[in-house]
């Protein structure tokens, strides 16, 4: 399957050069598009260095924005299908073929952390049961971990989800209009790793995500 690798990034100068090249193992480095969300210490230089595709935003838009600008350079290449991977080197690589493996029969592949770990944050491990409580109840799908950044989807389904969201809220709008439009998915385990223990979705954002899934509900 012809798939292309989506990586929004903020300010992760000293991270993207080795999350990229540990994931042009897996896929050409022309299938890996970086997308430079307004950064202020040259991420985007350092992105560029190892050949890869490299979108800019001369402003912060957000996580929402920048996946969905990666999305449409991709989607105009022709591609397949898409997998969206953090840029801070949470995500690991290896999980790559097992992801697109997946994809084999399903419309979307989610991916869970294991909460039971002690390196996630317990404000993390809280918030983000929280919201996959609520997304329950809401939208009636189980997804286990809603808020993990590391997901793939097919064209069709990227086609049909019409992805508006800018902010962290993201995740949880690609959840929510999976179980809307009853798209088929499916979840497996993957390994984090946790260099910054308050990088990521704030007590605000998550406030504001669950604000935005009532909202989903009312207007839909």
């Keep these: 399957m ?24 897996f896929v050409p480095g022309n299938r890996i598009v970086v997308v430079d969300d307004g950064s202020r210490d040259g991420t985007a230089a350092e992105a560029k260095r190892h050949n890869v595709a490299v979108l800019r935003h001369q402003i912060n838009l957000g996580k929402g924005a920048a996946l969905r600008t990666g999305c449409q350079y991709a989607y105009a290449k022709g591609a397949e299908a898409l997998v969206f991977m953090d840029s801070d080197g949470q995500h690991d690589p290896e999980d790559l073929p097992r992801i697109v493996a997946a994809l084999a029969g399903n419309d979307i592949v989610f991916t869970y952390r294991d909460r039971r770990s002690q ?11 929280f919201i996959d409580l609520v997304m329950k109840l809401l939208f009636h799908i189980n997804v286990t971990d809603t808020q993990c950044g590391y997901k793939a989807m097919t064209r069709a389904a990227y086609e049909k989800l019409g992805l508006m969201s800018n902010d962290y809220s993201i995740e949880s709008e690609i959840a929510a209009k999976t179980g809307k439009y009853r798209l088929k998915f499916t979840q497996l385990l993957i390994r984090t790793f946790y260099s910054d223990r308050y990088k990521g979705t704030t007590v605000f954002d998550g406030i ?12 839909r």
């Design 208 to 219: 504001n995500i669950v604000l935005k899934m009532l909202w989903w509900k009312i207007a």
């Design 119 to 129: 390196h996630m944050p317990f404000v993390k491990k809280f918030g983000n049961a």
């Design 2 to 25: 012809n798939f292309y690798i989506i990586i929004p990034a903020h300010n992760e100068g000293k991270n993207i050069g080795r999350v990229i090249e540990r994931t042009k193992k």
